[in-house]
């Protein structure tokens, strides 16, 4: 039932995911983070089983800060996408794997913004949008209709206020907060949640 979605703008990549920690009809957090900074101009939601969430992210990041350590420069997002589907896919064959569905989002001078699906299955892909969960089934038309290559920050947030809306609206589980967090040129940082009152402001204007 957890969601997270994202979409990329040509300078940027802003990404939200709910708040909420639920084993089956228990609520257990309503304020767990699912953004995971992993360098100045990389992040990963995840949503999944919650120690697998835990404990994948973890390695990834301290295996990327390995990598700057041994070599002098990090990894860019698009190589950051390959080595964690590739360690997502070895785990898969393994007597251990992962249940981790994966946003990887980040921003280099060179390759410009990335944002890439990742599923548990270790599939992989190349996104302008994207989301994980039952939510992110019902954004899939918000994006189609809002979405264009020169998307502003403030338009890219306006889409996901339209989005989260969509989701309260619509899903049978209460989803209440979104945390919202974007990466550029000047590196990541979390913006405003988006909660079930900022949206019905919005639809009020």
Do not use: W
């Not at 699912?34 to 990041?61: P, R, W």
């Not at 992962?98 to 944002?115: I, M, P, Q, T």
């Not at 954004?139 to 290559?149: G, L, M, P, Q, V």
Request: hydrophobic share 40%; charged share 25%.
């Amino acid at each position: 039932m957890e969601t997270i979605i994202g979409l990329k703008g040509k300078d940027f990549v802003m990404v939200a995911g709910d708040c909420t920690n639920a084993r089956s009809i228990i609520m257990l957090k309503e304020d767990e983070n699912k953004i995971t900074k992993i360098s100045d101009n990389l992040m990963i939601a995840t949503t999944g089983e919650s120690g697998d969430t835990v404990q994948f992210t973890e390695y990834i990041g301290k295996n990327i800060a390995l990598y700057k350590m041994r070599n002098g420069y990090e990894l860019g997002p698009k190589s950051a996408a390959h080595f964690t589907r590739k360690n997502l896919a070895d785990c898969l064959r393994s007597r251990s794997p992962y249940f981790v569905n994966l946003l990887v989002a980040g921003y280099d001078e060179k390759e410009g913004s990335e944002l890439h699906f990742i599923d548990y299955l270790a599939n992989a892909k190349s996104v302008n949008y994207a989301g994980h969960g039952y939510g992110g089934m019902f954004c899939a038309s918000i994006f189609d209709r809002y979405y264009n290559a020169n998307i502003s920050q403030e338009d890219a947030y306006e889409i996901l206020k339209k989005c989260v809306a969509e989701i309260q609206k619509r899903l049978v589980i209460n989803l209440s907060t979104f945390n919202v967090a974007v990466v550029d040129k000047n590196g990541m940082r979390y913006l405003d949640n988006i909660t079930s009152k900022t949206p019905a402001q919005i639809a009020a204007a």
